[in-house]
């Protein structure tokens, strides 16, 4: 697949998977909508091209693992997994539903091809963490040609940064020098009580990582060609952990819920839903 192709293959997948998204949050009636349509051309850069997985053989040793910390933002990643191949489109429906396997926070035991359960925020980068320091000590983190065998990647998202378990973390990542560790923040300036900067200002973001010993890289998260460059420098060993700081749009495809943290954690309704499916729909086409 050429360059261009692989692109435009990507582009269109990470929209028909915003289209999923609004499927499966209007059948469930609530839910995460801005987060989700924000990153979905970071997972579907990741579950289509960068992610060494298999999705008819989810426990393969040497698969990559992507931790997801920020749960919340699941329709993402149940939407990707199900175009992945994991499961049926058709289950996406039951999210949020009684007895469904997609809850509203991911959990393993209900859905076995996650790598970790979460909810509450700051918790997955020391998981994270955890299992890439098991690699190392295990001899599992390199091939016999001495190349990094598989790489844990860490999601978050940038209001979950005002948890001290992140920054705990990140320590003890820079110490470890796990270069085998590559996060990902979700940097759209929102969280359900509003803008991050006036809820507690981050800046200056990209020190305080270099500060841990991290080597950051900065992207459009939007940008299919930015992430694919991004990801790739990001696997170049660096002897150091990385953290790639996504700069995202919330809302991103439905024009009238872009950069409004009144969609954080609201669920669109029918006629919402019909609307923002008109405008991903004409994309598509």
């Known amino acids: 697949m050429a360059d261009q192709e692989k692109i435009n293959f990507l582009k269109k997948k990470a929209n028909e998977i ?55 933002i699941c ?33 393993r035991e209900f859905l076995p091809y996650l790598e970790n359960s979460s909810g509450p925020l700051g918790s997955g980068l020391s998981q994270a963490v955890g299992m890439a320091l098991s690699d190392i000590i295990c001899g599992s983190q390199t091939s016999t040609n001495g190349s990094t065998k598989r790489f844990i990647y860490c999601l978050m998202s940038d209001g979950e ?20 560790l590559i996060g990902v923040v979700d940097r759209n300036d929102i969280q359900i009580d509003g803008f991050t900067n006036d809820i507690m200002p981050l800046e200056p973001f990209a020190d305080k990582w270099k500060s841990w010993n ?14 694919l460059k991004g990801f790739e420098e ?14 995202t749009t919330p809302g991103k495809g439905v024009s009238e ?21 008109k405008i991903l729909r004409t994309f598509s086409d």
């Open 18 to 72: 915003r289209i999923s998204i609004i499927e499966m949050l209007v059948e469930a009636g609530s839910g995460h909508t801005a987060g989700p349509l924000g990153m979905s051309d970071i997972f579907t850069a990741l579950y289509f091209e960068v992610l060494k997985h298999n999705p008819k053989k989810p426990d393969w040793p040497e698969r990559d693992k992507l931790i997801l910390s920020n749960g919340h």
């Open 161 to 180: 940064q005002d948890s001290g378990n992140i920054w705990e973390g990140a320590m003890l990542a820079g110490k470890e020098k796990l270069e085998n």
């Open 234 to 247: 990001a696997k170049v060993p660096a002897g150091k952990p990385t953290v790639i700081i996504a700069k």
């Open 257 to 277: 819920w872009e950069n409004k943290f009144e969609w954080h954690g609201k669920a669109p309704n029918k006629e919402e839903g019909e609307m923002a499916l």
């Open 214 to 227: 991290w080597r950051v890289i900065e992207i459009d998260g939007n940008n299919m060609e930015e992430i």
């Open 75 to 107: 329709p993402v990643l149940y939407a990707t997994m199900a175009h992945s191949g994991y499961f049926p489109i058709g289950e996406l429906m039951t999210l949020r539903k009684f007895g469904s396997r997609l809850q509203g926070h991911p959990h």
